[in-house]
């Protein structure tokens, strides 16, 4: 009879154990605030900057070529080599030329010779005036024929227009050219033109004359120039202007082909709506947001926005925030939306 109580009374004290564990689990658990650091959305006032992309080209370049026609017999130098103005830069075989020139030479020493003999005469009034004006001709012929062999054997050596780098190399020795065909492009490149295209939106914010700052990513290198030219006639495709920066290149780092960015800065300014950059996070979808803080539920916020240039620091809010909206810039990356936070004082 104990025993059967005894089992009663231990089955009722398990029951009771059970329930209370479970009223004891169903108690809500106080959720902690997490701690941020909150700053306001404000206006800025700054300057517009001309944004665009172009390429480097020598202050001068040309394409050269011989004069005469012939075998290529001598090449001075490769590409990217420096070339002096006053160095041959390349030359033609020149023996026929050569001998066309002491041809020349003969003939001038014969009609001279005959001219001075007529001359004697018609000086004595042996001969007629036509007969000395033929003698007189065909001197003149002779001599002018002279020149032009003289100016062929000397067109033989190819001279560059100016010191610059050869950029382009469109012949070997041994090979056979005419006359006037481009051989080698040369460019000055002691100072460089920075070319772009603005647009005809902007082209009014312009002008010769202007600083404007051109960056050269391949080396690394920001340098200020002067725009020196600006396109009269836009681009029938794009209709953007063609647009030119005169940079120095005195230990000649620029190469004409580099890709540049031209940063034009504008007289005119605006006001920008900015949030410190470190604020701003990516979603999986790679959307970027804030998280705004309410200080009347004491919450965060995830809140989507849509972002326009880095300003320093600051990032330029195009869509997604109002003027003096309180973002958390400290402990963002511990928040969800709808996170309890605590702003911390500074």
Known sequence: MYQKWFYYIILIALIFSGCKSKIRKSEPVAQSATVVIVTPVRKIIVGNEIVVSGNIEGLRTAKIGFMVAGKIDYVAVNEGQWVNKDKV???????????????????????????????????????????????????????????????????????PPFGGVLIKKLCEVGEITGVGIPQFVISYIHKVNAAAFVPESELHQVRIGQNARVSIPAINLTVTGKIVEVGAVADPASRAFAVKVEIDNPQLLIRP???????????????????????????????????????????????????????????????????NELIVTGGQNKLVDGTAITIQKQ
């Open 257 to 323: 082909g580099m890709v540049a960015e031209v940063v034009i800065p504008s007289t005119e300014t605006t006001e920008n709506l900015v949030v410190p950059s470190v604020a701003i996070l990516n979603d999986i979808d790679n959307q970027r947001f804030v998280f705004v803080a309410d200080t009347m539920q004491h919450k965060a916020f995830k809140r989507v926005i849509s972002t326009g240039k880095l300003q320093n620091e600051n990032m330029e809010i195009l869509t997604g925030l109002s003027e």
């Open 89 to 159: 830069l390349a030359s033609i075989d020149p023996t026929s030329y050569s001998i066309a020139k002491e041809m020349a030479d003969v003939q001038v020493a014969q009609a001279e010779d005959e001219y001075n003999r007529l001359k004697y005469m018609h000086d004595q009034g042996s001969i007629s005036e036509s007969d000395f004006s033929k003698i007189t001709f065909a001197l003149q012929q002779a001599k002018a024929q002279q020149k032009l062999h003289a100016k062929n054997l000397a067109d033989t050596k190819l001279y």
